[in-house]
């Protein structure tokens, strides 16, 4: 079992930054791809950006390419999302989630795990 914990949200102007943490509690947190997505009112959730357990593979949505960047440490059990030059239409709840197999998951239901999400605004 992995409970995953997210922070870091929050209300930015566009063009603003805020980094996301994941916290997971758990073993074997390193054997586990983690993703981000995110959900704006009335639409479905979609894929940010994923990590391999090892750190050393990413992949991201072409929305965000760029101005994203995903990282972790595993030693504190952790998934950042660093959020750059964010856009009005970034808003919406971004959730973290783990997933047992997959080098860098993308779809909803390769993952085991959910957080509860954090709340992101970006003005315009």
């Known amino acids: 079992q992995v409970q995953l914990v997210e922070s870091g949200g929050g209300l930015v102007q566009a063009g603003g930054s805020l980094r996301l943490s994941c916290a997971a509690s758990?073993?074997?947190?390193?054997?586990?791809?983690v993703g981000w997505f995110r959900q704006a009112p009335g639409k479905e959730r979609e894929f940010v950006a994923t990590?391999?357990?090892?750190?050393?593979?990413?992949y991201y949505a072409d929305s965000v390419k760029g101005r994203f960047t995903i990282s972790r440490d595993n030693a504190k059990n952790t998934v950042y999302l660093q959020m750059n030059s964010l856009k009005p239409e970034d808003t919406g709840v971004y959730y973290c989630a783990a997933a047992r197999f997959g080098l860098t998951p993308t779809r909803l239901d390769e993952y085991d795990y959910w957080g509860q999400g954090t709340q992101v605004t970006v003005s315009s």
């Open positions: 990590i391999h357990g090892s750190g050393g593979y990413t």
């Open positions: 758990g073993r074997a947190f390193s054997t586990y791809a």
